[in-house]
């Protein structure tokens, strides 16, 4: 067995014979380094597990101050970072799973327990812990991400939006956001980070504050990407870049204008012919200085589309290793198009997962329809 981190154990029993005999199998645990507390009440226990450095609780649950799966969870709903191994008298695994169901780590039968099985006790314990402990984090961050997307679309008279983010991992590297730019136009941007997860997310939480801070002033799209581009790429590493189409809506007229930074769309007309919006920079954060441009006002009428896709989409795969690609995703959009923009999402992304028949994500997905009512 490898040699363990540096813990603090507290061992938790009344009985003196009972806790000199384990307090000995502890200290023939080789692997074993840091220190072992004593205590024979819960209360006691409670008082050295408030002042902090226990990493491991081994506890008797036939305290003379608390008995039964009782004593687990009070010390569980109120130290929930500790790890927790039960040792009991009762010749039952019975018990020792209840015991885990009520929030402990492992038990051991004092009866039948050697050294061997303490220090395995004692690993497993610590490592199911950390990792419980990773999880939480990660759904810290989930949930914090989750807030920084828009909980709803902006209530623009003449118009349909809608969009959802499908992350892969516990957190993503996508984005979508809604702005209202300091002349009274709307942006609506799509951005996706090369790769997902934690880091991917903490790149995208930071292009998202670069741009909705620089668009609280400036409406050149162009000028506003070629600053945060070289923002970004003086803060990331080279292998790490984000691909971003970002739209400007005049409602007055109404047209559009975009800039591309590796990133195309699509606008669909009512009858469903559809153009290629096609990326007229590279990606950011690739080069240190790199100008971007908008382009022309594009005209927008009754019942056109924008479509606004991350390549999650085009890069899911069937079981037999077919990509579900642009091609099929715009067909499904065309064949939708008559519906709202929340469910052309949401039967674009049923498309993708019926393709990928139960297979596991492998990619971030966001969706952003915007269309235009009249």
Do not use: W
């Not at 154990?9 to 080789?30: E, M, N």
């Not at 003449?158 to 957190?171: K, Q, S, W």
């Not at 790149?203 to 002033?217: C, G, K, Q």
């Not at 069937?318 to 715009?330: D, I, L, V, W």
């Amino acid at each position: 067995m490898n040699q363990f981190p540096e813990i603090h154990v507290l061992l938790v029993d009344d009985s003196p014979t009972d806790r000199d005999l384990i307090a000995r199998q502890l200290a023939q645990v080789k692997q074993l380094r840091g220190t072992t507390e004593l205590s024979d009440r819960l209360a006691t226990a409670m008082a050295r597990l408030e002042r902090g450095g226990i990493d491991v609780v081994l506890l008797d649950v036939g305290l003379p101050d608390s008995q039964g799966l009782d004593t687990v969870l009070t010390i569980r709903n109120t130290f929930p970072e500790v790890a927790i191994v039960v040792l009991t008298g009762v010749e039952s695994d019975d018990f020792g799973l209840q015991a885990i169901q009520h929030g402990a780590d492992d038990y051991l039968e004092k009866g039948n327990m050697q050294v061997e099985h303490l220090a395995r006790a004692l690993q497993y314990s610590i490592i199911r812990k950390r990792a419980s402990s990773a999880d939480s984090q990660l759904q810290v961050a989930r949930d914090i991400q989750q807030r920084l997307f828009p909980a709803n679309p902006p209530p623009i008279a003449g118009f349909d939006i809608a969009a959802a983010c499908f992350p892969a991992a516990t957190t993503s590297g996508d984005y979508f956001d809604y702005l209202q730019l300091a002349d009274g136009s709307l942006g609506v941007v799509i951005a996706d980070v090369s790769g997902h997860g934690f880091g991917a997310a903490l790149l995208m939480a930071e292009t998202r504050a670069y741009l909705r801070a620089l668009t609280r002033t400036g409406t050149n799209l162009g000028e506003v990407l070629t600053t945060i581009n070289r923002i970004l790429a003086e803060d990331t590493l080279q292998t790490q870049f984000v691909t971003m189409f970002f739209v400007r809506i005049d409602r007055q007229g109404p047209s559009f204008t975009y800039t591309g930074a590796g990133h195309n769309a699509y606008h669909f007309n009512a009858a469903g012919k559809v153009r290629e919006l096609p990326s007229n920079g590279i990606p950011l954060a690739v080069q240190l200085v790199t100008n971007y441009k908008h382009t022309k006002p594009y005209p927008l009428k009754k019942g056109d589309v924008l479509v606004m896709l991350t390549d999650g989409v085009a890069e899911t795969a069937s079981p037999a290793g077919e990509y579900f690609g642009n091609k099929r995703a715009r067909e499904i959009v065309r064949q939708n198009l008559q519906r709202p923009a929340a469910e052309i999402v949401d039967a674009l992304m049923d498309a993708v997962r019926a393709f990928a028949s139960g297979q596991t994500q492998n990619d971030d997905i966001t969706i952003v329809i915007v269309k235009v009512m009249g």
